[in-house]
């Protein structure tokens, strides 16, 4: 069974960094798109950031120029390291992938969630 599980959310002062990371675990044969969402209390789910397989990357205007998306594929790992963060950056961040998983021999992809972090930022 495929899972993602996201680590290194926490409590952070404004102006400070936090590094997040998603490892994709199970029978898995490949990973195409990864991406980090987030959910503020009270709001929408939105999308944060994505990267390809291939290493492209595509930002929300909102993050750019702080916030800077990788994966190591060797890994099945997604990361999101996070710089000058705001308060309003607070939010759950979730993990998202496509992922061909064993039983599909890598004929077609599953999309996948983990269970979120918490990442709170204080003024």
């Known amino acids: 069974q495929v899972q993602l599980v996201e680590s290194g959310g926490g409590l952070v002062q404004a102006g400070g960094s936090l590094r997040l990371a998603c490892a994709a675990s199970g029978s898995i044969v490949s990973i195409n798109a990864m991406a980090w969402y987030r959910q503020a209390s009270g709001k929408q789910r939105e999308l944060v950031a994505t990267?390809?397989?291939?290493?492209?990357?595509n930002y929300a205007d909102s993050v750019k120029g702080r916030f800077t998306i990788s994966r190591d594929n060797a890994k099945n790992t997604l990361y999101l390291q996070m710089n000058s963060l705001k308060p309003e950056d607070t939010a759950v961040y979730y993990c998202?992938?496509?992922?061909?998983?064993?039983?599909?021999?890598?004929?077609?992809?599953?999309?996948?969630w983990g269970q979120g972090t918490q990442v709170t930022v204080s003024s």
């Open positions: 990267v390809t397989s291939g290493g492209r990357t």
């Open positions: 998202n992938a496509d992922i061909a998983p064993q039983h599909s021999s890598g004929t077609y992809y599953l999309n996948y």
